[in-house]
C-alpha cells in the first residue's frame, strides 16, 4: 500500500501496488520539471491506483517522441505523479510525496548521462545511459 499526498494537502493519492519498479530518472525532462538532479519514480498498476484533490495534468512531449503527463496539485504546484500516455497501465509515482518516503527502494537509475555530478546518489543502483 502506498500513500501519498502534495506539500500543501489538497490532493492525495493511494496505490495498493506492487511496486512493478522503482528507479530514479535523470533525464533533462524531469530535471526541468522538478528544479532538481532527478526524480525518484515507484511504477504501480493503474488498476491499483486513485486520487482525489485538485489535480492538473501538463503534457509534454517525451525524450522517446510520446507524450509525458505529469499530474500536480493546482494548489501548491507539487508533482505527484505521472500517467504515460505510452504505458497506460501504469502510474508513475512521485516517491517524495509518499507518505513514508522509505517505502521507496529504488534499484536503477536512468539516464545517467544527463545526470550532473551533484546529483549522484548515496545508494548503489544499476546505471543505465
Ligand atoms: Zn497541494
Ligand atoms: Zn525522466
Known amino acids: 500500500m502506498f500513500t501519498g499526498r502534495c506539500l ?18 535523470h533525464c533533462r525532462d524531469c530535471q526541468r520539471a522538478s528544479g532538481s538532479g532527478g526524480v525518484p519514480v515507484l511504477g504501480v498498476p493503474k488498476a ?24 500536480f496539485c493546482v494548489e501548491c504546484g507539487s508533482l505527484l505523479f505521472g ?15 509518499l507518505e513514508d518516503c522509505r517505502d521507496f527502494q529504488p534499484t536503477e537509475a536512468l ?11 548515496a545508494a548503489a543502483l544499476v546505471e543505465h545511459p
Open 48 to 71: 491499483s491506483f486513485t486520487s482525489s484533490g485538485p489535480i492538473r495534468q501538463a503534457r509534454t512531449t517525451g525524450g522517446s517522441g510520446q507524450p509525458a503527463v505529469r499530474n
Open 8 to 25: 500543501c494537502g489538497a490532493a492525495r493519492y493511494h496505490s495498493t501496488g506492487p511496486a512493478m519498479f522503482s528507479v530514479v530518472c
Open 83 to 97: 500517467t504515460p500516455e505510452s504505458a497506460p497501465d501504469l502510474v508513475t509515482i512521485y516517491a517524495g510525496s
Open 111 to 121: 539516464f545517467v548521462g544527463q545526470r550532473p555530478p551533484w546529483a549522484r546518489l
